[in-house]
């Protein structure tokens, strides 16, 4: 960590900022941890793409298919890959309290500079505010690095606006990843925004949170090194020009992505996000792989025709 635990929040809204990517964890035939594989993907993505910080090992990275010697080897990866060019978040999400706080320490040790932890699933609740504000704030009293948290649909709820301020309070708490309809996290920005980042996956959305609610983290999804590459760097391109005020520019090359949107979305089977968006990978010359039990793979049809959408998206390779 490069700050103390008193100083996270600071550091957090000057440093945790610009284009952030959830990495996919690409995996050997024999489905074994792509090492090498993975150090070169992150090597493009931040030299040739210019992101700045990775998501590690979180749903799109497989997380649950993972041992947690797995997992925490991902941490040491990626903070070996990063080599102080970019930030990483480790996710420690898991059902077991004593798994996440033990996953929260190794991302810690490893020099990791956030962690995230979702919204658990809670069985038998009706009225769960009291017990979320005990779980997160029980996981910071046992480390003292930076927590993001993440509400999505698949925990069965969404945390309310109301519930994230209160979250926003605990010391150590710094970002949220807002899996939530647009009022929901623009009501959030306008509560906490003076305590944490809020931000969102979808890339869509993400310039005009940039001009609307202003914006300076995208966490995170797999866009920026989806729709991007070496020669075509629209996502970087439209975010510094909003970064910069420059909105009309900015919204003319953000449009000029939606060829390359609709391919991907498209062609993406609604059972298989994580095969589909491997091959598009291997399609770009990054090291996709194959997905584990009980993921689905592409069929050889699937495949021609994300092939053809691909080669006809105009994303400049």
Known sequence: MKYSRKDAKTHAKTHMTGIWAAALMPFTP????????????????IEDLGIDGFFIAGKQGEFFSMSLDERKRCFDLAVEACAGRAQTIMSCSDQNMDVV???????????????VVHAPILHFFKQQDETLLNYYSAIADKVDIGIAL????????????QLCNRLADIETVVAIKYSVPRPMYAELTRLAGDRIQVSTASE?????????????????????????????RRMRDYTDLAFAGEAEQARAVRDSLDPVRNALRET???????????????????AGGAVRPPLLELTQE????????????????
């Open 30 to 45: 024999s489905l074994a941890l792509d090492e090498d594989g993975f150090r070169a993907n992150i090597d493009h993505w």
């Open 101 to 115: 706080i033990d996953l929260a320490r190794h991302a810690q040790k490893a020099g990791a500079d956030y962690i």
């Open 150 to 161: 993440w509400s999505h649909p698949d925990s069965g709820y969404l945390m309310s606006p």
């Open 204 to 232: 869509e959305e993400w310039l005009d949170n940039v001009l609307e609610l202003g914006w300076r983290l995208y966490l995170c999804s797999s866009p920026p090194y989806l729709i991007q590459t070496k020669a075509d």
């Open 268 to 286: 993406r089977p609604a059972e298989k996000p994580h095969a589909h968006q491997k091959y598009w990978q291997d399609l770009l010359g990054q």
């Open 302 to 317: 699937e495949k021609a025709a994300t092939r053809a959408a691909f080669e006809a998206c105009g994303l400049r390779l």
